[in-house]
């Protein structure tokens, strides 16, 4: 049995098409999924926008809700979610970053890149991602110590 079981997704004009296709995979492995926007394509998205309001609707769940970010590397959403405090997001391009990110930094956020991975590795990605957990221990004492970089 997975932890989470409910999945946000959102997207910037870079990230929307790999959305679309996951959600449907998303439901799949039987988790809600509340898809952020954007809803059509625009071609010049602001990603800082879907960051903000896929966190914050994150943040106002349970833990057992985790979030997907996709914009056209994956980075600008990373550097985004992370700016606002409790939202660990990660970056990821294959899986043993998403392991390594549920196992070591307890991340909240998968971001992905678009234009960098394809849909099989993007589904690859969260499969593991959901089927990994935090380890604690002495993770939990360096994700404290982050804590006390947020100010
Ligand atoms: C948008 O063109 C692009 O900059 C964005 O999708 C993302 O790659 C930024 O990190």
Known sequence: MFKFTRCLIAADHGGLDLKQRLIPFLQQQNLEVLDCG????????????????????????????????????????????????????????????????????????????ARIIGEVCAQDIVTHFLQAAFEGGRHQRRLDLIKDLEG
């Open 38 to 113: 954007p809803d059509a394509y625009d071609g010049d998205d602001d990603f800082p926008d879907y960051a903000a309001r896929l966190s914050e609707k994150l943040l106002a769940l349970d833990d057992q809700s985790f979030g997907v970010l996709i914009c056209g590397s994956g980075l600008g959403m990373s550097i985004a979610a992370n700016k606002i405090d409790g939202i660990r997001a990660a970056l990821c391009t294959d899986a043993t970053m998403a392991r390594l990110a549920r196992q070591h930094s307890n991340a909240n956020v998968v971001c992905l890149g």
